[in-house]
């Protein structure tokens, strides 16, 4: 069974620095497309960054330059390292495992950490 554990989130005041961290159980993680997703009080999930098996990263608009994303296939590991935090960021952020390029096709979803940025 896959499991997708998120950890790192917390309270930190604006211009602070978080680092989340999703560890992902079974042999799907070198095949994923590994991304951070966040949702805000009363708004929709939100694409936040995506990094693909081979490495290479996507940021929103609203992250880039301040977010990076990056992973660890030795230990099943992705990293979201958020700099210059501001109070928009707040939010529950979402690791998903998106198997978009394997058959078949799956995606998976953490349950969440919370994110706050706030003096």
């Known amino acids: 069974q896959v499991q997708l554990v998120e950890s790192g989130g917390g309270l930190v005041q604006p211009g602070g620095s978080l680092r989340l961290s999703c560890t992902v159980s079974?042999?799907?993680?070198?095949?994923?497309?590994m991304g951070w997703y966040r949702q805000a009080p009363g708004k929709q999930r939100v694409w936040v960054a995506t990094?693909?098996?081979?490495?290479?990263?996507n940021y929103s608009d609203s992250v880039k330059g301040r977010f990076t994303i990056s992973r660890d296939n030795a230990k099943n590991t992705v990293y979201l390292q958020m700099n210059n935090l501001e109070p928009e960021d707040t939010a529950v952020y979402y690791c998903?495992?998106?198997?978009?390029?394997?058959?078949?096709?799956?995606?998976?979803w953490g349950q969440g950490t919370q994110v706050t940025v706030s003096s």
């Open positions: 990094i693909a098996p081979g490495g290479r990263p």
């Open positions: 079974g042999s799907i993680f070198k095949t994923s497309f």
């Open positions: 998903n495992a998106d198997g978009r390029v394997v058959v078949p096709k799956y995606d998976y």
